[in-house]
Every structure is written in C-alpha cells, then in structure tokens.
C-alpha cells in the first residue's frame, strides 16, 4: 500500500473507500454525494475538493475495479510468450482473478456488475481497452500465420463472442460450475486451429479441411 | 389457430393470454393468483380448476414460450442435413427466432428473461432438452470422425460455452449489434475443425496442428 501524500489524496481514498463500504451494505443503489459526504464524515460542500461531479468519483471506483486487469492485460501483452500461450494467459489470468473474487463475495460482486451496468458509458472505455490489447495479439498471431483469412477487427470480434463466459461477468457467474482452465485452454486452441484453417470468401465460408 | 374444443381448455387459454397482458402491462412482478383471476374475470376459487398451483401456471406459461424452440431443435436434429449444417441450423434457427423476438418487443422480452430467472428450476428442464438434443448431434458428427479425442459431454458443454452469445437471452440481447448469421457458421466451422485436430490427453491438450 502507497500512503497517501497530499491532502487530496487522502480525501479520495476516504471517499473511495466508504463507497465501497455503502456498496457493501446496500447494493449498487443510486448513492447522492451529499450521502456519501454524511458516511465519510464531510460537509456536502467539502466532497467536490475531492471529486468534482458524480460521473468522477465513478470514473474513480472503475478505475479502482479495473487496474488489476489492466495490469494483467499489459504484462500479458508485453511478455515473451508464444502468441497462442499469451492468447490464452490474456483470458485465463482474468478469469481466475475474476472467479476468485465472485467466490469471496457474491453479493458484493454482483453489486458492482450492477453498478457497471447503471455507468456503463464508464465501463464501455474498459472494454474498449481490452479489445486494443486482444487486437495486439491477434496482429502478432497473423505475423505467425494465423487466421490469414480474416481482418484483425474480424478475429477480434469472433474471438470475444466464443470466449465471452470467461471474461464476461454475468455469464461467468451463471456458468462457473462449467468452466474451467483447462475447457478455455481448449477453446483458445480450437480458435487458433480451426479459424486459422478456414477460407473467407465474401458470400460464403469454404472450409480447407476436407469433409 | 386450433379452438379449444373443452371448458378446462378455453379457461387454460383465457388464463395464458391473461397472464401474457399482464406481463407486457407490468413486466416480471410477482403476480399472484387471485390478481391474475380478477383481470380474467374469474372468481379466485375457480382459477384452481385450470391450473392447481402457481407452477403449474408457469410450467404452461413456459411451454408456450418454449414451444417453437422445442419444433426447432426436433426438426434440425430429425432432417437429413450434414452434420455441419445440422449443428449450423440448431443454433441459427434458434438465434433468428430469439433476435427478431427481443427486435419486434424488447421490454417484453426482457421481463420473460426475468420471469425464467424467478422460476429457473421449470426453464432448467429446457435446457436439459437443449442438451440432449445437441448430445444427438455431437454423436453424430463423432459417428462421421469429428470430435475423436473427447467424450460427447466434454464436447456438448465446450459447444455451449462457444456458442453462448447465440442463446443466451441475455448475451443476445447485450452483444446484439455484433451478432451475425455469418459469424456463427464461422464459429460452428472453427468448432468443427479446431476441435477435431485436438488431441485430448489427461493432463495437458496437445495440438495435432503443426505450430
């Protein structure tokens, strides 16, 4: 833990930190800052030295919530691995990072899959941000050879749809007792063969397998 | 449209159509019996003769909705299509049918996914049908050499973790816009493929594909 060196620091981890508590105990409810400010012991005024509007202080807790998955998507990115292990350490450190803490507690996740959804506008630049990183290793795959049929934007979007319960909140919480490491080691494998085994015509899908 | 043709069908029916108004009315609120007889017109006690008990209203309710879904999935597994067309249309049929439902009503759409949620033990048989059906053509397509390294569960829960978005009411409706008829043959070819070049052994899965 860094400790906090200025006063404006100090303010937004207290403000962000009785958030979380709230959240905890009521849900993802709409919370007004004048509530807040009251739980962290401020005056109403007081809280905007600290976070200038509503939209802040949740771009704030998002940026809390995401800063391991960004971390992991980066030194996933940055490694050395071979591009189909990195493709799958890209999923897998997530998922396991994401299904440890729908273990820990439920309630408090579902809470905050609720309140993304209430800011999704927030929520939206992360994903965004997740497909830049998956296109860098979908780029470096086809440097490879792989998927030589299709446009990285293609791939992309083939490739978050057939790996979406590992890395979609809700759905990994529906699924979780189906999924497993080994299931998406499979799955990022089936990708890299049988994607990069097809031809893309415009009007329809040949296949280069013989039947 | 068949008439009833008895008393117990025509009250069945007028409870259906009620339940239905209600719903699009007021969404997926808890809706009690005796509510649900005042707005057909029925006094309290009589609703029992049509339907005994609550679930079995929402057994009926969810045996209509589930209805085409079932004729589908009988007829794609009873044709004689190749089995890759087969496991195509079992999917695209069900995905057509679902998309232009939530297109044609979202709202209502919405509150018949909330509804299976509150009664998820009656939408679970469905779903165990969805499987069996699917185990139907995953035997086949292993009888044509597909799929040789794995067990036809394995198999059936990898398919409907890769398919997810296609079925699931609510990925569907969330991963809408990127959702395309060309995307999933796409999928069901790099399933085809990718998982017949697999070669499943207990501790790790190696691949047949030369890297």
């Known amino acids: 833990m860094v400790r906090p060196t200025t006063d404006i620091e100090a303010g937004r981890k207290l403000l962000l930190d009785t958030i979380d508590s709230l959240i905890q105990e009521k849900g993802a409810i709409d919370i007004s800052m004048t509530e807040l400010a009251a739980k962290a012991g401020m005056s109403p005024g007081n809280i905007y030295r600290f976070f200038e509007s509503k939209e802040a202080l949740f771009e704030a807790v998002a940026e809390g919530w995401f800063a391991d998955r960004t971390a992991i998507m980066e030194a996933v990115v940055g490694s050395d691995l071979p591009v189909r292990e990195k493709m799958y350490e890209f999923y897998a450190r ?26 999704f506008e927030v929520v939206r630049g992360y994903i965004d941000l997740g497909d830049h990183y998956l296109s860098l290793i979908v780029a470096e795959a086809m440097e490879d050879g792989f998927f030589a049929s299709f446009s990285i934007d293609d791939v992309v979007s083939l490739i978050n749809q057939m790996v979406s319960p590992y890395c979609n909140p809700e759905m990994l919480i529906s699924l979780d007792p189906y999924l497993s490491e080994k299931k998406l080691k ?13 031809k ?9 397998l013989v039947n």
């Open 186 to 198: 499979i799955i990022i494998d089936t990708i890299f063969i049988g994607l990069s085994a097809q």
């Open 200 to 208: 893309n015509s415009p009007d329809s899908v040949e296949m280069s």
């Open 94 to 119: 997530r998922y396991i990072r994401l299904s440890a803490y729908a273990a820990r507690d439920p309630e408090l996740f579902q809470s905050y899959c609720e309140l993304g959804k209430q800011h």
